[in-house]
């Protein structure tokens, strides 16, 4: 993530009305808000001054529009990912590398929050966070155990290189819907899952590749899942998969398509649709979806992003459906075998938010309003925090230096194959100064004829 928004706040979230075909770029208004977390810190028993024995929490992953009060506070949805995490050194156990993160806070449980936005203030804030819960109890965002559908086969590791173990209900949670019983759909990126859980954050179903959900969806690229959610007035839950399959190991770089889930909870039926993405990348693989809502009568708004032509682009296209080939839970699309016989899903560009002003690498969240012309944009903070390494042999060392030997308990510096003594930490990441963004509707006219 770029490190605007970043320390001490949730997420920067930003609010653009999308009008009509005679506005121009300066009469459209913009509104920017920092999302305060102040009642939500996480607790934390590092040692850090900087932290003070607390996170601070990002409900950034996704958003959903909940109410507009009467005295015009705007209030939404939004929701964590699996929790704070940072990179670990290469990892070997049992003679065998394995990939693996940093969990300085391990019992978190990924959450859903009210974001309330005053505009008459200029502030939004926290006011309320609900976490999942499996049978009353809390789940977290560790990674699932080897074997089990959605395990990453990633290691949870504190500070001291311990291994924290496993949790068969983890998720990594990243998009977010409301049904219109007041039911939270969720996906995440770990199986990809999508769950459904009551107002109270109790998880009541569970879907994944090969229990309701297409098994094909097992070959997405790990921590690659499902980054966006949406239901549509059907009641139908259409869930965006991140990047291309990874489809027997040999497709995740040279597919042109990933797929758009639909699921209808009443019959527990799917159908999935190819999306093209974006041919300016590296390869396919760079491409990533963010967030999905839907616009009805099989039109969505979603986000595609990642660098093309070596320069990050944050867009987002509106999706048309209708018309489109139902794809088969097998591994033709992403061979090729398909192409030129299907019709894909049709996009059109809608907003460039880079061209507009945003900077910041990666927009998570995206909603609309009642109105049906103002947009509301969130990024992720990736909970302010990121890896120190310390190393007095080494200079401005970075944690991919090294290399940790579980079997043998010892920090190895690549560079010199020696063992060093190392301490690894939390510091905080710090915002850069940017300019205020401008959004504009392109094409210029309603989103919704």
């Excluded at 560790?142 to 990633?154: H, W, Y």
């Excluded at 060093?420 to 309603?446: D, G």
Aim: glycine share 10%; proline share 6%; charged share 25%.
């Amino acid at each position: 993530m770029n490190k605007l928004w970043k320390r001490w706040i949730a997420a920067g979230l930003m609010l653009s009305c999308l009008g009509g075909a005679s506005l121009s770029a300066q009469d459209v208004p913009v509104k920017a808000y920092i999302v305060h977390a102040d009642h939500y810190q996480l607790p934390y028993k590092g040692s850090e001054k900087a932290f003070h024995h607390q996170i601070n929490p990002g409900y950034g992953s996704s958003l959903a529009f909940k109410d507009i009060k009467s005295d015009g506070t705007i209030e939404f949805y939004g929701l964590t990912d699996r929790g704070p995490n940072g990179d670990i050194p290469k990892y070997i156990k049992n003679g065998k590398k394995m990939s693996g993160k940093f969990f300085p806070t391990p019992d978190f449980a990924p959450s859903i929050g009210v974001i309330t936005v005053n505009p008459a203030q200029g502030r939004a804030d926290i006011t309320a966070s609900i976490p999942l819960k499996v049978r009353g109890k809390a789940i977290t965002g560790k990674p699932l155990p080897a074997g089990l559908t959605g395990s990453t086969n990633e290691i949870a590791l504190n500070f001291q290189m311990k291994d924290l173990g496993t949790d068969a209900n983890g998720l990594d949670t990243e998009g977010l819907a409301v049904d219109k019983d007041g039911n939270f759909w969720i996906s995440d990126e770990y199986g990809p899952f999508i769950v459904k859980a009551d107002r109270h954050g109790n998880i009541l179903e569970k879907y994944g590749p090969g229990t309701g959900l297409p098994r094909i969806l097992a070959s997405r690229v790990p921590n690659r899942g499902s980054e966006g959610l949406t239901i549509d007035e059907h009641g139908h839950v259409f869930a965006l998969i991140q990047s291309p399959l990874n489809v027997d190991g040999k497709t995740a770089k040279t597919a042109k398509y990933t797929r758009i889930v639909e699921f209808d909870p009443a019959t527990k039926t799917t159908t999935m649709y190819a999306y093209p993405v974006d041919t300016g990348y590296k390869n396919p693989g760079a491409a990533k979806l963010g967030d999905i809502t839907s616009i009805g009568h099989g039109q969505f708004l979603m986000i595609e992003q990642g660098k093309q032509h070596g320069t990050m682009q944050n867009l987002i296209y509106k999706v048309d459906l209708n018309g489109a080939t139902p794809i088969a839970d097998n591994g033709d699309l992403e061979y090729g075998r398909l192409d030129g016989k299907i019709v894909p899903a049709k996009k059109e560009l809608v907003l460039d938010l880079r061209a507009q002003g945003w900077n910041i690498e990666k927009a998570e969240g995206l909603a609309l309003l009642p109105d049906r012309r103002t947009l509301a944009v969130v990024n992720d903070n990736d909970f302010g925090m990121d890896i120190a390494v310390d190393d007095k042999k080494v200079r401005q060392p970075e944690v991919s230096d090294y290399t940790y030997d579980s079997d043998k308990k010892a920090m190895i510096y690549n560079k010199d194959n020696q063992v060093h003594k190392v301490k690894i930490s939390l510091k905080k990441k710090c915002p850069v100064r940017t300019r205020k963004p401008n959004l504009v509707l392109h094409p210029a006219r309603s989103l919704v004829e």
